[in-house]
């Protein structure tokens, strides 16, 4: 799943630097974290309309980085959460998310959850912690 339009803009009303030199982004695996970060990074700039696939936001970004040197935006596989969203663990941790409380709920209730409900592929604190 990509951003929607909204989304998009969200994240772009969120960038803060109109100097990105220096800047690069990361996101998980997931095309949605990169399109997020990238725009986050980069939405300040001019040329940025924020209606770009992430190929042409891609394209724009690194269109001055020489050759070999990889793109602004990259993948870290750390980032990549893991939850079921029908599961209990998966909509009390979306809950959390929602309320800006989803750090809290990581560290004080996910390893116990997944312990509770048998789940061994939901994203907790001590794996990520680990990663």
Known sequence: MRLTPTGKMHAKEKAEENNIDQSMAFG????????????VMSGKLEEITG??????????LDKDLPL?????IR????????????????KKALEAAKNG??????????DRLVKEENDDKAS???????A
């Open 101 to 110: 409380k989803y750090l809290k709920f990581l560290v004080e209730d996910s």
């Open 124 to 130: 907790t604190y001590s794996k990520q912690a680990q």
């Open 75 to 90: 993948v870290d596989d750390r980032l990549n959460f893991e939850a079921d969203f029908t599961s209990n663990y998966g």
């Open 68 to 72: 070999k040197s990889g793109s602004k």
């Open 51 to 60: 209606k770009e696939t992430l190929e042409e936001l891609k394209e724009k």
């Open 28 to 39: 998980s695996p997931r095309k949605r974290t990169q399109e997020t970060s990238g725009l």
